[in-house]
């Protein structure tokens, strides 16, 4: 872990978490895929919009400053390198499991504006609709004070939700954050 890290920023998936489906590689393949707005394009569209953009740059090249008409590729999103978070938690058949995206060594794409210097975490779950059982906390908290550990300058107040960067819920409006520092606390030796 040579990276040095300030903080770190707690997610929810925002989706329900499927006990029997692998959500993360869901939420994976959605960050490394071309979006548009909320959903994942086709091959024809992405080929239809890579025709369009490369007809749009000759027109600029011309002195055409105007977006041809009918263009409807202001939400594109192309894909990420790899999944946004640094690492998260799901329920898999029944059991909680760590799953690991960025190295630790790379700047994440979870938080805007605070990537540089925090590690994001995701919880797999809708925590507006639903709370994060005991077990979800305290399994997460082992892996969020392993890090603390290695990085001893990240204390509790150091842990946010991503809700306190960005006008959105994330993790959640049932997420309890202060029992989740509890959890952390405990598995750091109450430190």
């Known amino acids: 872990m040579a990276r040095r890290w300030s903080k770190i920023i707690l997610h929810h998936s925002a989706t329900d978490d499927d006990a029997y489906a692998d959500d993360w590689k869901a939420i994976e393949r959605f960050h490394t895929s071309f ?3 909320d959903r994942i394009m086709d091959q024809q569209e992405i080929e239809r919009y890579k025709a369009d953009l490369r007809a749009w740059r000759a027109s600029r090249a011309r002195g055409d400053m105007a977006k041809p008409k009918g263009w409807g590729w202001n939400n594109v999103i192309w894909p990420w390198r790899a999944i946004g978070y640094h690492a998260g938690i799901e329920k898999v058949n029944g059991v909680h499991q760590f799953q690991l995206g960025r190295s630790l060594d790379e700047i994440g794409a979870h938080c805007k504006g605070q990537n540089l210097d925090a590690i994001g975490f995701m919880f797999c779950g809708n925590f507006d609709e639903d709370r994060v059982d005991d077990a979800m906390y305290f399994n997460a908290a082992s892996w969020v004070g392993h890090v603390m550990s290695a990085q001893p300058w990240i ?17 959640g409006a049932l997420f309890d954050l202060d029992r989740f520092l509890y959890y952390v606390k405990v598995q750091m030796g109450g430190r």
Request: proline share 10%.
């Open 155 to 171: 204390t509790l107040r150091n842990i946010h939700k991503h809700s306190e960067f960005a006008p959105k819920s994330c993790p």
């Open 35 to 37: 979006r548009n707005g």
